[in-house]
C-alpha cells in the first residue's frame, strides 16, 4: 500500500511533469492525498487527466461569473478549483455559480472543500447525477458511491453556499442550557468559598 506521503510527492510532480506551474503541482499533490484518504478515485482520475492534459492547451475562468462556459472548450479542473479560491470572497457573494463543461471534475473537489473553508460554510456541490455536501475541508457526503468514480467531462458543474443553521430545534437548546444553568449555583459558592476572608494585606 502506497503511504499518503509518496502519494502525494508522485502526483505532484507527474503534475509538473505534465505542464502545469509548480505552484498547482503541489495544491494537486495534496490534494490527490486527501481523496485517497476519503477513499475517492484520485489517482486513477489524475493519471487519466494528466495524459490527457499534457501539451494542451487549458483553461480555467478568468473571473468567477453566476454563469461560466468557454466557447466549445472545456474547464480545466485546476485552473478552476484555483481560481475559486483566488475568489472566495466572489463565491461569498454570488452565492450560486454554474460551470459548463469541466474536465475530469472529481478532481475539482478537493479545492471545493478548502473554499468551504476558507468562506466558512457548508457546500453543495452537484456534478451531474452526482451530489456532494463539503463540509468546512472536514469531510466529504455524496448520494451515491463514488469510490471508482471516473468522470472524464461533466456537462455540469453547480456550486452553492450553504447559509449556515443549527442542526437542532431551538426547543431542545432551551432544555439543556436550563440543565446546564443548574451548575450556576455551584460555581457561585466556589467562587465565595475562593474569595472568603479576602481583604488588605497587613504589611505591620
Known amino acids: 500500500m502506497r503511504s499518503s506521503s509518496e502519494i502525494e ?21 495534496k490534494n490527490i492525498k486527501n481523496l485517497e484518504l476519503l477513499s475517492i478515485a484520485g489517482i486513477e482520475n489524475l493519471n487519466l487527466y494528466l495524459h490527457l492534459a499534457k501539451g494542451r492547451i487549458l483553461y480555467g475562468p478568468k473571473k468567477i461569473l453566476n ?4 466557447d466549445g472548450k472545456s474547464f480545466c479542473p485546476f485552473y478552476t478549483g484555483s ?23 472529481i478532481l475539482l473537489i478537493p479545492f471545493i472543500n478548502r473554499l468551504s473553508y476558507k468562506i466558512g460554510k457548508k457546500i453543495n456541490l452537484r456534478i451531474d447525477n ?52 443548574e451548575t450556576f449555583v455551584e460555581e457561585n459558592e466556589r467562587l465565595k468559598a475562593i474569595g472568603a476572608g479576602a481583604g488588605l494585606v497587613d504589611n505591620d
Open 9 to 29: 510527492t508522485i502526483s505532484k510532480r507527474a503534475t509538473k511533469a505534465a505542464g502545469f506551474p509548480w505552484g498547482i503541482a503541489e495544491e494537486v499533490g
Open 130 to 181: 452526482y451530489n456532494f455536501v463539503l463540509n468546512l475541508n472536514q469531510f466529504v457526503s455524496s448520494n451515491k458511491d463514488i469510490s471508482k468514480v471516473i468522470i472524464e467531462n461533466a456537462k455540469l458543474v453547480e456550486i452553492e453556499v450553504i447559509e449556515n443553521e443549527d442542526s437542532f430545534e431551538t426547543s431542545t437548546w432551551n432544555k439543556l442550557y436550563e440543565l446546564s444553568s
Open 83 to 105: 481560481a475559486l479560491l483566488d475568489s472566495a470572497n466572489k463565491v461569498l457573494e454570488i452565492k450560486k455559480l454554474t460551470f459548463h463543461l469541466v474536465d475530469f471534475p
Open 67 to 70: 454563469q461560466n462556459k468557454l
